[in-house]
């Protein structure tokens, strides 16, 4: 605590007409007693005493007189910063800024990853290979009687990008449909031609000799990772130029994959997860794990994060999924009794309400008054809690599919049409991207898709809608389309089985996950989610009765207008009110006669 503080901190907070009057006070009664007759070891002791009472009314004075300010101490020790301007004020998010979780939760280390090891000499060979080929590809192109010029190479840790800008009047699918030939002509496995957004050119792509491994820790040890303005990152890789890939699920708002046996989609989808699992708590993320292969998903059994056990059996899985339909509607309901449009919109709500201790009520019908007719109404309390997120993984829709084709894909397209606002997001991975399995429901409603290497041409538009995932070369590389744009080619991150024991072993030593039995539940009333009641009887069925027996009229649009319902649970209730003798079959003009009476 230097002088300099103290004199700033008087000059600006502290000194005011009524302290500059008592310190002259002080003053004057020190040189009285210095005038006096006193022994020079007094003196000390005295000095020492005006000092603490001097210090001791600055601040008493400060506190009382200063405009109501009171004394920051900070001000006085800690001397003032310049504020720094980075990049990292860009993104407003930190990561620091994302863990506010419970104490007692510690997020998996990064040591428990493997760390990235470098072939020496690997680098300065692709170079020299990459002089090599673009020399021959030169050639090859003069072959085929493509007239350009390559303008720029570029080398990545998988493939070389050249790109070349050809000739005036030359079409690109001239070139393009030459993929093959060009590939034969180079040697190469594969090379994938496309056109480049933005430039008057071409890219080709021609594999590496010597491919650079990928590994999951430098890519969530990246500042990009770290500091990236994501709620629910994924780190898919890294690009032709070898830089990370990290995309937010959140904003996809879903995810469809795809790869045959041995492209490196099961190793992608636990780089995916393992990414949402080193950045969000239990408390943040909740998932529910769908795997009919009984192979892949099974080592994250026992993470505090799952919701329900990971789900083997179709017919559990097909429950699964209605009941996150169920948790869907419910969630829009509270937030719409909330007023609000979106799950962080509703969390800060609700935490605000519950940290001042309010209650919100909501009306509900309890029944019609005898007399009027009229809907009673009654307040109930809302029963208000924080949303996590919550994300469903599917590793093989086509299992799914074969068992319970329908059912399955109508929960999956309700969720995929409105889940997001929710926050419920969907993982959907197949190794059998055909059109019975992916069907066109299901396609529209995920924007972002992604294909690791598929057996053919058809495969690669039904996933992507246009070629070029055949040309893949395996093992983790993998082409992305987002919401429709230029597709982006990557190379996703080996992840080793030992690692991610690691870090399952890590979390599930963090605390037991707490499981919902209601989740895989096979009882009548979650099988008939879809209903919106239960067959054996519901109060909405039974309001409808009522309504019906008083009116002595009986129509869908008649039970749509009185219990504010949609059209086809209306309709549900009308044909369930005719099978029970309620009411009769519709006649010629669609009407319908009512079979029995009010006391009914």
């Given at each position: 605590m230097g002088l300099y503080n103290y004199l700033n901190y008087f000059l600006?907070?502290?000194?005011?007409?009524?302290?500059i009057l008592f310190v002259l006070l002080i003053l004057t009664i020190g040189s009285v007693y210095f005038s006096?007759?006193?022994?020079?070891?007094?003196?000390?002791?005295?000095?020492?005493?005006?000092?603490?009472?001097?210090?001791f009314v600055v601040f008493i004075f400060a506190k009382f007189f200063n405009f109501g300010k009171s004394v920051n101490l900070d001000k006085i020790l800690t001397p003032k910063k310049k504020k720094l301007l980075s990049s990292s004020r860009v993104n407003s998010k930190t990561t620091e800024q994302k863990k506010k979780v419970s104490l007692d939760f510690n997020f998996p280390s990064i040591e428990l990853l493997e760390k990235p090891k470098k072939t020496p000499g690997v680098e300065v060979e692709n170079r020299r290979n990459t002089e090599v080929n673009k020399a021959l590809l030169a050639n090859v192109l003069s072959d085929f009687k493509i007239n350009g010029e390559i303008t720029e190479v570029k080398q990545g840790p998988i493939v070389t990008l050249f790109e070349l800008t050809p000739a005036p009047g030359t079409q690109s699918s001239s070139v393009i449909r030459l993929s093959d030939d060009i590939a034969r002509s180079m040697r190469a496995n594969s090379a994938r031609i496309?056109?480049?957004?933005?430039?008057?050119a071409l890219g080709i792509e021609i594999p590496n000799k010597n491919r650079e491994m990928v590994y999951?820790?430098?890519?969530?040890?990246?500042?990009?990772?770290?500091s990236a303005n994501c709620k629910l990152p994924l780190a898919l890789g890294k690009d032709i130029f070898g830089r990370p890939v990290i995309v937010d699920l959140a904003k996809m708002p879903h995810l469809l994959v795809a790869g045959t046996t041995g492209s490196g989609k099961s190793v992608g989808i636990n780089a995916m997860l393992l990414s949402i699992l080193y950045q969000l708590s239990p408390e943040e993320c909740r998932l529910i794990l769908i795997d009919p292969k009984m192979l892949e998903l099974s080592i994250y059994k026992g993470i505090p994060h799952l919701l329900t056990e990971v789900v083997t059996d179709p017919k559990k899985a097909i429950s699964a999924l209605k009941w996150i339909v169920k948790e869907m509607e419910n969630r829009y309901q509270m937030m719409a009794h909330l007023g609000v449009r979106e799950i962080e919109d509703y969390n800060i709500k609700v935490k605000k309400i519950l940290d001042e201790g309010k209650v919100i009520f909501k009306e509900t019908q309890v029944g019609y008054d005898s007399e009027t007719g009229k809907p009673v109404m009654e307040k109930k309390p809302l029963d208000l809690n924080i949303f996590s997120k919550i994300i469903v993984v599917v590793d093989e829709l086509a299992d799914l599919m074969i068992t319970s084709g329908k059912e399955i894909e109508s929960a999956i397209q309700r969720l995929s049409q409105m889940a997001r606002a929710s926050g419920i997001h969907l993982i959907v991975a197949t190794q059998r991207p055909s059109v019975d399995v992916i069907?066109?429901?299901?396609?529209s409603n995920f924007p972002t898709r992604i294909s690791y290497k598929v057996v053919n041409k058809i495969n690669s538009r039904t996933i992507l809608e246009e070629q070029g995932a055949e040309q893949l070369l395996g093992q983790g590389d993998l082409l992305i389309s987002m919401m429709g744009d230029q597709l982006l080619r990557v190379h996703g991150p080996f992840v080793k089985t030992e690692e991610v024991i690691a870090v399952v072993n890590h979390l599930k030593s963090q605390g037991e996950p707490e499981y919902l039995d209601s989740v895989t539940s096979d009882d009548d009333e979650s099988q008939s989610i879809s209903l919106g009641f239960n067959e054996s009887g519901d109060d909405l069925y039974d309001k409808a009765v009522s309504i019906v027996c008083r009116e002595k009229k009986a129509s869908t649009s008649f039970i749509q207008r009185h219990l504010q319902i949609g059209y086809d649970r209306a309709a549900r209730i009308i044909e369930k009110m005719e099978s029970e003798g309620i009411v009769s079959p519709a006649n010629h003009v669609g009407r319908r006669e009512v079979l029995v009476g009010k006391d009914n």
């Amino acid at each position: 605590m230097g002088l300099y503080n103290y004199l700033n901190y008087f000059l600006e907070e502290v000194w005011s007409p009524p302290i500059i009057l008592f310190v002259l006070l002080i003053l004057t009664i020190g040189s009285v007693y210095f005038s006096l007759n006193i022994k020079v070891k007094q003196i000390g002791k005295i000095t020492n005493i005006i000092y603490s009472s001097l210090v001791f009314v600055v601040f008493i004075f400060a506190k009382f007189f200063n405009f109501g300010k009171s004394v920051n101490l900070d001000k006085i020790l800690t001397p003032k910063k310049k504020k720094l301007l980075s990049s990292s004020r860009v993104n407003s998010k930190t990561t620091e800024q994302k863990k506010k979780v419970s104490l007692d939760f510690n997020f998996p280390s990064i040591e428990l990853l493997e760390k990235p090891k470098k072939t020496p000499g690997v680098e300065v060979e692709n170079r020299r290979n990459t002089e090599v080929n673009k020399a021959l590809l030169a050639n090859v192109l003069s072959d085929f009687k493509i007239n350009g010029e390559i303008t720029e190479v570029k080398q990545g840790p998988i493939v070389t990008l050249f790109e070349l800008t050809p000739a005036p009047g030359t079409q690109s699918s001239s070139v393009i449909r030459l993929s093959d030939d060009i590939a034969r002509s180079m040697r190469a496995n594969s090379a994938r031609i496309s056109t480049i957004p933005g430039k008057d050119a071409l890219g080709i792509e021609i594999p590496n000799k010597n491919r650079e491994m990928v590994y999951l820790r430098e890519l969530l040890d990246d500042d990009l990772y770290k500091s990236a303005n994501c709620k629910l990152p994924l780190a898919l890789g890294k690009d032709i130029f070898g830089r990370p890939v990290i995309v937010d699920l959140a904003k996809m708002p879903h995810l469809l994959v795809a790869g045959t046996t041995g492209s490196g989609k099961s190793v992608g989808i636990n780089a995916m997860l393992l990414s949402i699992l080193y950045q969000l708590s239990p408390e943040e993320c909740r998932l529910i794990l769908i795997d009919p292969k009984m192979l892949e998903l099974s080592i994250y059994k026992g993470i505090p994060h799952l919701l329900t056990e990971v789900v083997t059996d179709p017919k559990k899985a097909i429950s699964a999924l209605k009941w996150i339909v169920k948790e869907m509607e419910n969630r829009y309901q509270m937030m719409a009794h909330l007023g609000v449009r979106e799950i962080e919109d509703y969390n800060i709500k609700v935490k605000k309400i519950l940290d001042e201790g309010k209650v919100i009520f909501k009306e509900t019908q309890v029944g019609y008054d005898s007399e009027t007719g009229k809907p009673v109404m009654e307040k109930k309390p809302l029963d208000l809690n924080i949303f996590s997120k919550i994300i469903v993984v599917v590793d093989e829709l086509a299992d799914l599919m074969i068992t319970s084709g329908k059912e399955i894909e109508s929960a999956i397209q309700r969720l995929s049409q409105m889940a997001r606002a929710s926050g419920i997001h969907l993982i959907v991975a197949t190794q059998r991207p055909s059109v019975d399995v992916i069907t066109g429901t299901i396609k529209s409603n995920f924007p972002t898709r992604i294909s690791y290497k598929v057996v053919n041409k058809i495969n690669s538009r039904t996933i992507l809608e246009e070629q070029g995932a055949e040309q893949l070369l395996g093992q983790g590389d993998l082409l992305i389309s987002m919401m429709g744009d230029q597709l982006l080619r990557v190379h996703g991150p080996f992840v080793k089985t030992e690692e991610v024991i690691a870090v399952v072993n890590h979390l599930k030593s963090q605390g037991e996950p707490e499981y919902l039995d209601s989740v895989t539940s096979d009882d009548d009333e979650s099988q008939s989610i879809s209903l919106g009641f239960n067959e054996s009887g519901d109060d909405l069925y039974d309001k409808a009765v009522s309504i019906v027996c008083r009116e002595k009229k009986a129509s869908t649009s008649f039970i749509q207008r009185h219990l504010q319902i949609g059209y086809d649970r209306a309709a549900r209730i009308i044909e369930k009110m005719e099978s029970e003798g309620i009411v009769s079959p519709a006649n010629h003009v669609g009407r319908r006669e009512v079979l029995v009476g009010k006391d009914n």
